[in-house]
């Protein structure tokens, strides 16, 4: 395995595979071939060519939510979608347009829409050395359980903004005062297309650093974290290139961490295919 | 103008306007259709069909080379490469590949071959607010002249790193010293695709920041930057949206210095477009 290996485990959209959706003139999803099949039977809602599906619903943003909303009691009801997770994300044309409709965040990936989430880097630093907060995802995860985690991660739901959900999360995954998170910077966008079991995962991971201070010890509060473990970033790298301990898109955000510090090294053969591997066209 | 104006302008490449250059089985240039029908009357050196290229010289790096030398020797004398710069850059499958030949500075972008180079932010720091060290390049500089400029930038030439280059120029341009310059940090890689006149620039930029001292000042020694000002970033990111002063390829470097600093921050609708747009894919 090699840092470039975790990018492309990341990157296995294939395009062959899927088609686009559209909504009211705008692309907002990629659509496997077999999840489209299930969708042609809703006539009343998707309409579904030989290459691409369209969303008949029309009308504001809660209309056509609804709309949809029945196709994916459906799904759910024929367990191709996991479980209603009653927390909905804004499918918009753009990032910062408004919504054309809100979608359960469980149905996301069956839809190949795009999500966007953050991501903490919570690091101490002596000199050159860095080493970052990480966490242990709850075993009763539904993605990724018992993997190793950023400090902070979470998806941005709908009616949040990025710095928002940092906060919020900062709070509910770690116990991060809010006078420590606003502190945290926001350092770039990383993107990559998977395809899994239920879909396609289009993701843009917003990143942050946080400088921690050497009194402070996150706690977990909302059960999604097994427990905090402060790990020197040569080991995490190390661990990174040769285990499967990390969640599949976490390697991506530290790899970028160690671009960004000087960490990997222009010098390096494999530096060129890492920094630029982690940021995938906005197609 | 907008900031991804800037970046769309470094990424005015249409592949209907050109065709891939093969060498050794590796694609290692993007040739304009224009260039490519004058390579045709070379064609001991070259095999021009009508959707690709071929350079058929082989053997070592030095054999290829001068084969392509005479080449370029021609295209000089016919006023199409603008003139030798008696600097070679490698050309290589890959970044950190051993060179299949080597080619005059001035002949890069008639091949459309990548080129490297390294670009410095010269920083100073007072708590959320940010200076950069500009440079104004002189009047005679055959690309951009006039225009404002990082503190430290220059092309990879053949058997330099990206670290000795960053050295060197750093010398040579702004005379820093070599303990002061060993600080800088390398943060990533750039990338863009530029049709230009003599054909097209595949550039790839590895940046690096160095917080300046309040005591240094940079200084040039080799006559291609004018002068140098210290200027907030605030008001270069004013300069960059609403100005072209400028050289194309720095306003990408500094919008992904402000990128990664959180001086342009997510909830911004443009800010996705600017963290992403300045990586283009090394296809």
Redesign the interface.
């Known amino acids: 395995m090699s840092f470039a290996d975790r990018i492309r485990h990341c990157n296995s959209y294939d395009p062959a595979r899927a088609m686009p959706l559209w909504a009211g003139g705008h692309r907002v999803g990629w659509l496997r071939r077999d999840n489209a099949e299930v969708l042609a039977r809703h006539r009343d809602v998707f309409a579904i060519d030989r290459d691409s599906a369209r969303l008949l619903a029309t009308g504001g943003a809660d209309t056509v939510s609804r709309a949809v909303d029945e196709v994916v009691e459906a799904l759910v009801a024929d367990r191709l979608v996991p479980k209603w997770r009653n927390e909905t994300f804004d499918v918009a044309p ?4 408004p919504p054309i409709f809100r979608l359960d965040r469980g149905a996301v990936p069956f839809f190949g829409v795009r999500a966007y989430g ?1 991501h903490l880097n919570g690091y101490r630093r002596d000199g050159d050395r860095y080493s970052l907060w990480i966490g242990k995802r709850a075993s009763n995860k539904q993605v990724a359980p018992g993997k190793l985690d950023n400090m902070v991660a979470g998806g941005i739901g709908n009616g949040y ?3 928002a959900t940092l906060a919020k999360e900062a709070e509910e995954e770690a116990a991060i005062p809010a006078a420590l998170i606003a502190r945290a ?5 990383l ?1 990559y297309r998977m395809e899994t079991k239920p879909g396609i995962r289009d993701d ?1 991971m ?1 990143v942050y650093d946080l400088e921690v201070p050497d009194d402070f010890t996150p706690t977990n509060g909302d059960g999604e974290i097994a427990g905090f473990e402060l790990m020197p970033l040569s080991l995490i790298l190390e661990r990174i290139r040769t285990t499967n301990d990390f969640k599949f898109n976490v390697n991506l955000v530290i790899l970028d961490f160690a ?4 960490v ?10 890492v ?2 591997g ?5 197609d």
């Open positions: 753009r990032w910062g347009e953050v903004g990025a710095a910077v926001p350092a770039g966008g993107t843009v917003f671009v960004r510090h000087g990997l090294r222009p010098d390096d053969p494999e530096y060129l295919d920094a630029n982690l940021h995938r066209p906005l």
